[in-house]
């Protein structure tokens, strides 16, 4: 299977608790994007990167939120001090240049104790 | 008010009905649509893209007005594995900017 690929695929832990998150984008892809979906809501979108660089983040990404991508290929995002209000499905995404259609990841549900 | 809206629905056809979804946007510079297809706990999958001229794909017709600020998907003859959320999503200006989704609208169809 060569799609995005997501892991884990489910997380529980405590509030306060650190997590970490990764993806794999599809190999030819240069572009990843995560979002966050809660129940009821389409995705929102949290950060993208081009190959290495971070782009743009959203202002839904707090500081104690961190993404990083260091070698163009996988990405992690890493939540400190998680929150009651964090738990959702976050989801990763990847396109090739120009205007591609983007493609998700299963995603990783995280759920906060 | 939101930049993608649509109605949630859901809406309940019997197999074989025809069925429409409505989604407009607020902002005029978006360049890019999509209909997203998302199934219960699972990730969103590229339904289709939507293109000025309108287009279809199969059982699926997408139309765009760009002078409405309104995008549109049929579902003609639905089977039961139509059933799903539909997301419309939007995207700005030049290949880099992230989508923007609406929360969706939840299809069931009944045998």
């Known amino acids: 299977d060569t799609g995005v690929s997501q892991d884990p695929r489910h997380k529980i832990t405590k509030r306060g608790q650190n997590v970490t998150f990764r993806c794999d984008p599809i190999s030819e892809h240069n572009r990843l994007y995560w979002y966050r979906q809660t129940l009821g809501q389409g995705p929102e979108f949290l950060t993208y990167?081009?190959?290495?660089?971070?782009?743009?983040k959203s202002r839904l990404l707090s500081d104690r939120f961190s993404a990083e991508r260091p070698k163009g290929s996988f990405s992690t995002l890493e939540i400190q001090r998680t929150e009651q209000g964090d738990s959702a499905m976050y989801l990763c995404?990847?396109?090739?240049?120009?205007?591609?259609?983007?493609?998700f990841g299963d995603g990783t549900r995280l759920s906060i104790l | 008010r939101k930049e993608v809206e649509q109605d949630p629905g859901p809406f309940n056809v019997p197999e074989g009905a025809t069925v429409a979804f409505n989604c407009t946007y607020s902002?005029?510079?978006?360049?890019?649509f999509f209909w997203y297809r998302q199934d219960c706990r699972k990730e969103p999958k590229l339904l289709m893209s939507?293109?000025?001229s309108g287009n279809e794909d199969g059982r699926f017709t997408a139309q765009l007005n760009r002078a409405s600020q309104y995008i549109s998907l049929l579902i003609r003859d639905s089977k039961l594995s139509d059933s799903a959320t539909y997301l419309c999503v939007v995207r700005g200006l030049g290949g880099n900017t992230p989508l923007v989704f609406g929360k969706g609208t939840r299809l069931s169809v009944i045998a």
């Open positions: 995404a990847s396109s090739a240049f120009g205007n591609q259609p983007q493609h």
């Open positions: 902002n005029s510079a978006s360049q890019s």
């Open positions: 939507v293109y000025s």
């Open positions: 990167f081009q190959n290495e660089a971070q782009l743009e």
